[in-house]
Nanobody, 123 residues
């Protein structure tokens, strides 16, 4: 059973940056693709970014392209989301996700979810 613990959220001013981390544990976690979703108050959870298990392929929502970067450290079984040029509309709870493949992540149906970390961007 893969488990995810995400962290790194906080309060930041518009234009600032944050880095989220998600540590995976479990026997097969190193072979899982991983990703990030977010859910703002009153809105549905939405896909943000995904990375293949090897780190060789990455995918982004149009709203974050050029500002967010997803990366993976396989030695540490950890995925990161570096966020720059943050906007108030980026305010949300961010959830880490994992699945054997990126397809399920990109389609909003990953096998495993983290507990979420709050990101608040003030104007």
């Amino acid at each position: 059973q893969v488990q995810l613990v995400d962290s790194g959220g906080g309060l930041v001013q518009a234009g600032g940056s944050l880095r989220l981390s998600c540590a995976a544990s479990g026997r097969t976690s190193s072979s899982y693709s991983m990703g990030w979703f977010r859910q703002a108050p009153g809105k549905e959870r939405e896909f943000v970014a995904a990375i293949s298990w090897s780190g060789g392929s990455t995918y982004y929502a149009d709203s974050v392209k050029g500002r967010f970067t997803i990366s993976k450290n396989n030695a540490k079984n950890t995925v990161y989301l570096q966020m720059i040029s943050l906007k108030p509309e980026d305010t949300a709870v961010y959830y880490c996700a994992a699945d054997p493949g990126t397809y399920s992540i990109r389609n909003g149906n990953p096998r495993v979810w983290g507990q979420g970390t709050q990101v608040t961007v003030s104007s």
